[in-house]
């Protein structure tokens, strides 16, 4: 295989990677139709707006690897901007999901937990994509424990935040 094609298969792989986020966000409405789920409404209304910030997300998230991948002139400050802002609304609604989820469920776990942590490991993978690109501002994305686990799980992530340190000293 040549080194183009072995590069093509590359960022293919990368894009799916951020593609796989649709997916995600389809399990989570479909986990309203769980047995394990006693009222489908209440869970829709769980779940939805993290669905439907997956989904924005997914579009601009793709659209600006997109235009990363093909090398548009003058592209990266413009997509480190939107990236950080979609990644963001994603952290958001996993944050406010797992407040109402809580209060919902009153300590017991819930169908769509599960789906939730497959989200924020996908959503891991997905900054490991554009650290590729783009140098992404952790700390305006997500809070600093998901920071400390993103680093702990992803080694070019750490890696890239401890350079970023280095060059502020």
């Keep these: 295989m040549t080194q183009t094609a072995t590069q093509m298969n590359e960022m293919e792989q990368k894009y799916y990677e ?3 986020l ?12 769980s047995n394990l789920v006693a009222n489908p409404d209440a869970q829709l209304d769980l779940v939805e ?18 235009a990363l991948v093909d090398g548009k002139a003058n592209r990266k400050t413009i997509a480190k901007k939107k990236i950080e802002d979609a990644l963001r609304q994603i952290y958001t609604a996993i944050s406010d999901y797992s407040e109402k989820s809580a209060q919902m469920m009153h ?9 939730v942590k497959r989200i924020k490991r996908q959503l891991e993978a ?6 590729d690109f783009v140098t992404l501002s952790l700390d305006r994305i997500m809070q600093k424990n998901d920071v400390e686990e993103l680093k702990q799980r992803q080694e070019k992530i750490a890696l890239m935040l401890h350079s970023m340190g280095q060059q502020a000293t």
């Design 126 to 131: 997905v900054i490991a994509v554009f650290v």
């Design 107 to 115: 300590g017991v776990s819930n169908v769509a937990d599960p789906i």
């Design 18 to 20: 951020v593609m796989e």
């Design 49 to 66: 707006p993290l669905a439907d910030a997956m989904g924005s997300s997914a579009d601009i998230l793709t659209e600006e690897f997109i």
């Design 22 to 33: 649709y997916s995600l966000a389809d399990e989570l409405v479909l986990s309203t139709e």
